[in-house]
């Protein structure tokens, strides 16, 4: 009884640590919540240096309309990249990546008035962003796929992983977009934006996460702290 009285008191002191833990989220959601009010969003031929959002949709860089290599779906941007893992031969463990294709030059942020570019970064692991992705294990005397970059696949040994990974931006809209511009280009610095959507959109999910921790903290904390108060509680019983 005494082990089980100490694990529910390490359980009901988790919850309170978790608790903690969602109230530092909270605080970024707050201060989001304040950048999307400072920050609403303006055309794009009245931005200066600075922070900046908008309301717009995307559309091709110079290097105009992409078609991906790995899904063959139209885009305004992608990026390829193939990573190789080997394990446990002569030569020890080995990874290393290749840098595939990528669209030169960058996509564009466009509005009814004007057109940004957009540095890759401010949408990289964003919901506007695409991702296709293939895997391959090398067996002996099998042909690698087309898909694999010539250089790597000539290195192949068996058991070796392949892992081909392609990130596009595809056209259209709408998107709602904060970040920096810096030399006519929207760029990644500090707490940047790139969703689909427009910016009432970014408000309304903002504060739907501000009111579910509002909800999740206390229910958290109090719980861990009714539960560690019976772990305590069956303790005492047991060793008195």
Not at 37 to 51: E, L, S, V
Not at 146 to 175: F, H
Not at 188 to 195: A, K, S
Not at 210 to 236: D, K, N, Q, R
Request: charged content about 20%.
């Amino acid at each position: 009884m005494a082990t089980a009285a100490a694990i529910v008191i390490v359980i009901g002191l988790g919850m309170a640590v978790v608790s903690g833990l969602f109230a530092l989220i909270s605080l970024g959601d707050l201060r989001l919540r304040r950048l999307l009010r400072q920050t609403p969003p303006t055309p794009i031929a009245a931005w200066r240096p600075g922070r900046v959002a908008a309301e717009g949709f995307v559309e091709c860089g110079p290097a105009g309309h992409q078609t991906a290599p790995l899904s063959g779906a139209g885009c305004a941007w992608f990026d390829v990249s193939a990573t190789c893992h080997r394990a446990g031969d002569s030569d020890g463990e080995l990874t290393w990546r290749t840098d595939v294709d990528r669209t030169p030059g960058r996509p564009t942020l466009a509005d009814t008035g004007g057109r940004v570019p957009i540095d890759p970064a401010v949408f990289a692991g964003s919901r506007a962003a695409e991702n296709t992705t293939r895997e391959y294990v090398h067996k002996r005397h099998s042909v690698p796929p087309p898909w694999i970059p010539a250089s790597m696949a000539e290195s192949l040994k068996r058991g070796d992983s392949v892992t081909v990974r392609e990130i596009r931006l595809p056209t259209g809209g709408p998107v709602f977009a904060l970040g920096r511009l810096e030399n006519g280009t929207l760029i990644r610095r500090g707490r940047t934006i790139f969703t689909p959507g427009r910016h009432a959109d970014a408000v309304e999910a903002n504060d739907g996460d501000l009111s579910l921790m509002t909800v999740t903290i206390p229910v958290f904390f109090l719980g861990g702290l009714i539960v560690a108060g019976v772990g305590v509680a069956i303790l005492l019983t047991v060793t008195n």
